[in-house]
Nanobody, 126 residues
Framework: QVQLVESGGGLVQTGGSLRLSCEAS????????MGWFRQVPGKEREFVAA??????????NYADSVKGRFTISRDIDKKMLYLQMVSLQPGDTAVYYC?????????????????WGQGTQVTVSS
């Protein structure tokens, strides 16, 4: 059974930093794209960042709203996915979800990802 478990969320002040982690289990995702989405109550899930499978030419993909502030990375051996977030703003407040695909392309469409974690709350105070 595939499981994605997020951790690292919390409360931070504007301008602060957080590092989200996602532990994958149940299968190997080294050749598959993984990523992060976020959601605010009452709104659709929003793409944040994705990283391609090993060997895929397009390594990373970011939403314009987080470019230059967020960095996605993965540790294949540890089956971990990370999202380093700096210069956080109140608009970044959301539940952040770890996702994994069956394919290698780091796409921005939610429907491209078959596997979703339960989410971790990030709150940025002003």
């Amino acid at each position: 059974q595939v499981q994605l478990v997020e951790s690292g969320g919390g409360l931070v002040q504007t301008g602060g930093s957080l590092r989200l982690s996602c532990e994958a289990s149940g299968r190997t995702f080294s050749s598959a794209a993984m990523g992060w989405f976020r959601q605010v109550p009452g709104k659709e899930r929003e793409f944040v960042a994705a990283i391609g499978g090993v060997g895929w030419s397009e390594r990373e993909n970011y939403a314009d709203s987080v470019k230059g502030r967020f960095t996605i990375s993965r540790d294949i051996d540890k089956k971990m996915l990370y999202l380093q977030m700096v210069s956080l703003q109140p608009g970044d407040t959301a539940v952040y979800y770890c996702v994994a695909s069956d394919g290698p392309r780091p796409q921005a469409r939610a429907g491209s990802y078959a596997y979703w974690g339960q989410g971790t709350q990030v709150t940025v105070s002003s």
